[in-house]
């Protein structure tokens, strides 16, 4: 092992360089003027794959972005590791936040900067690198290895559990490895064993065929603008409970256990407030705020869209609203039950005095893992190798839809080893990527192999 980890500490500039390439390609899954980038980022993935020494390299067709798929299963009576990323990253609006452009990335302060950075395709490639490391030290891996890097990952992974549940027998493994979510805090990392689900939706109001004077109309026609707040305000009372009926009715609570774990980790709620620069912190009566964002679902408005947002003023009755809204969930909510509430509760709270048409966008189930098992003790004891400090353990409040397929098509547990930061502005303007930690986790990801051959 020390053959391999002498190699990594010698290559690092080189990472990161090649790592600027990757995050050169602007594979924004979300939008449809990106297919071609999505291509060539697929394509890239999987050159790749083939350079660090994988093979059966191929991308297989979906209905919508390739999937990349690579293995290496020359490692006879050993464990096999299914290891998932995704390529796809989310848009980059609002561009003018950016320091430097997203798809230049860009080294500051131990920092790289640039969309996909963090999540995922910095932790994807330490991957890749601590597979390169074994095959050009030792000509092989301790472990057999299954790849499966998708490009839809941030559009909810629609087309990816068909291709788990058509190659069943052919993604047959002991475990997933996942790097996708980021460490408790800075020097503290640690393992995920849940995160949430979610249900996605988009509300349209029409009050009428075109905008009107509001002098002229106003009074006597709904404004969808207001309808839509009066709507939205319904979904939730002050104290953050969601007021959709049923929706609570399969929320598994937290066990005094856990709530007593979580309680251990080291947390402050003003440094934690003072940090997001939050007026005051907001949440659900009686949980604290681990709690609220890991083990208890939400109702969040992610976009609104009506009316006159220009300079000045304008005296205008908009004749349409839009809001994108989604729901985290918990175990053991299921997001189809959870959408049809919702959707029922919505028609329930809209007057007729406009149209409404809800579409319902993606989603995925809520995931909770045993964390008592070899695979996770190994994925703790490479992570204290790689980092000098054991890991803690915790939930995480955001989804990664395919980690429950695993679970209810392959039976295969997973195990997220994830090292970005929670400061490290995934989705939102200037994302980045500690290079200390992801030097740390090549290294670790590269005795991870070992320590899952060896258990
Ligand atoms: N990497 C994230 C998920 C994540 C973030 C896990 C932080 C743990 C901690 C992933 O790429 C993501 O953002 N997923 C989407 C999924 C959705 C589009 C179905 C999410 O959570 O919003
Ligand atoms: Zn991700």
Known sequence: MINVIDFINTN?????????????IPSISALPEHQADMKRCAEWTGAEMTRVGLENVRLVK???NPVVYGDWLHAEGAPTILFYGHYDVQPVDPLDLWETPPFEATVRDGEIYARGAADDKGQVFMHFKAIEAHMKQNGRLPVNLKVIIEGEEEVGSNNLDDFIRANKAQLGADVVVISDSAMFERGIPSICYGLRGLTYFQIDLRGSNSDLHSGVFGGSVANPAMVLAQMLAQMRDKGGRIKIPGFYDDVRELTTEERAEWRKLPW????YRKELGAPKLFGETGYTTNERRWGRPTFEVNGLLSGFTGEGAKTVLPATAMAKVSMRLVPDQHPDKIAALFEEYVRKV????VELKVTRMHGGKPWMADFDNSFVRAAGRAIEQGFGKAPVFCREGGSIPVVSTFQEELGIPSVL??????????????????LANFHGGIVSAAILYQEIASR
Request: aromatic fraction near 8%; glycine fraction near 8%; avoid cysteine.
């Open 12 to 24: 690092r500039d080189r990472y990161v360089r090649e790592l600027k390439d990757y995050l050169a």
């Open 62 to 64: 979906t209905p919508g």
């Open 268 to 271: 402050s709620d003003t440094r």
């Open 350 to 353: 809209a007057p007729k005095t």
């Open 417 to 434: 080893f994830g090292v970005g930061l929670p400061d490290e502005n995934a989705h939102a303007p200037n994302e980045k990527l500690d």
